[in-house]
């Protein structure tokens, strides 16, 4: 067991991110929640809980560098969710801001474009009155990891139930629990008022542009 002082030096601008020791794994593990994302060149877990959100992970496979983010898209004209996101929607730009900057903040530390691999996880539906909301997030992030030339190496996608999914960027190794027994609304309570919050925000970053 390492105390939290002992912890592996997180990369300037994760320091945030909630880190702990996870006795069950015997590792240093990164927690993120909605709207977050961590990057790390340590050899440290990402986990998260996804419901109708999706995560990718990205890894340079050569560098010992990966990140994991966690994002909803908002709702789409302030209505309803459409699988034909326009290119200047809000939801289209909310998604190529959550993807680009944790891409970026990889290359940043180290990543090569042509080293990245990638894997998908979440998009459940599981907020029946919002309609299929994880449909469109998955649509969304597979188009767009095509669209930018990416491969996509996994994923684990749709369905209805909420997933844990547990992910180790030195090895690109991802461990995913089904939560089929909800015990309380947590999970669809904390995205019901992430997408509501988001709906809401005004992006204000500029043009976003990847670079090698």
């Known amino acids: 067991m390492l105390k939290k002082d002992q912890f592996p030096r997180a990369l300037p601008g994760f320091t945030q991110v909630n880190r702990f020791w996870d006795y069950k794994n015997q590792s240093v593990s990164a927690k993120i929640l909605p709207g977050e994302y961590y990057v790390t060149t340590n050899n440290e877990i990402i986990s998260t809980v996804l419901g109708s959100c999706v ?14 983010n966690h994002f ?3 709702l789409h004209k302030g209505e309803e969710w459409s699988e034909k996101l326009n290119i200047d929607s809000l939801a289209t730009r909310y998604g190529n801001f959550a993807m680009e900057h944790m891409i970026n903040d990889v290359l ?3 990543g090569l474009k042509k080293h990245l691999e990638f894997k998908v996880f979440g998009g459940s539906r599981v907020i029946s009155n919002m309609g299929d909301v ?6 969304f992030v597979l188009n767009y990891l095509t669209v930018e030339g990416f491969k996509v190496m996994a994923q684990d996608v749709g369905g209805i139930n909420p997933r844990k999914v547990l992910y180790y960027p030195q090895t690109g190794k991802v461990r995913v629990k089904k939560i089929k027994d ?5 999970i669809i309570k904390r995205e019901s008022d992430y997408m509501h919050h988001i709906d809401k925000e005004e992006l204000i970053d500029g043009e976003i542009e990847m670079f090698d």
Do not use: E, F, Q, W
Not at 56 to 67: L, S, T
Not at 182 to 186: A, K, P, S, V
């Open 55 to 68: 995560s990718a992970c990205v890894r340079d496979i050569k560098h010992g560098i990966g990140a994991m």
């Open 72 to 74: 909803l898209l908002p």
């Open 108 to 110: 940043k530390y180290g």
């Open 134 to 139: 994880g449909k469109s997030n998955i649509h």
């Open 182 to 186: 909800l015990h309380n609304d947590t």
